[in-house]
Nanobody
């Protein structure tokens, strides 16, 4: 059974920081590209950041320079360090695991991040 379990969300003031974690089980973690997506109320889910199997990273323009994605293959965990948070970062953040061949994709249940004073 595949599980992606996010943690670390919460309420933070503008300019603050949070670190999200996503612990994966039931998959060969190293064979999957891992990513973080977010969905704000009334908006479509959007890509935040990805970390490929070879360690390459990719970021949405809106978070580049503020967020850092990293993965620990020994712990089957991917992280998202979020600094200089803005109210527009408020959303439910989802962990994603994607494999190209065979084509497989899994999602976590999401964790709420609220940036407000």
């Amino acid at each position: 059974q595949v599980q992606l379990v996010e943690s670390g969300g919460g309420l933070v003031q503008p300019g603050g920081s949070l670190r999200l974690s996503c612990a994966a089980s039931g998959i060969s973690f190293g064979a999957y590209a891992m990513g973080w997506y977010r969905q704000a109320p009334g908006k479509q889910r959007e890509l935040v950041a990805t970390a490929g199997t070879g360690g390459t990273t990719n970021y949405a323009a809106s978070v580049k320079g503020r967020f850092t994605i990293s993965r620990d293959n020994a712990k089957n965990t991917v992280y998202l360090q979020m600094n200089s948070l803005k109210p527009e970062d408020t959303a439910v953040y989802y962990c994603n695991a994607k494999r190209v061949f065979p084509r497989l994709e899994f999602w976590g249940q999401g964790t709420q991040v609220t940036v407000s004073s």
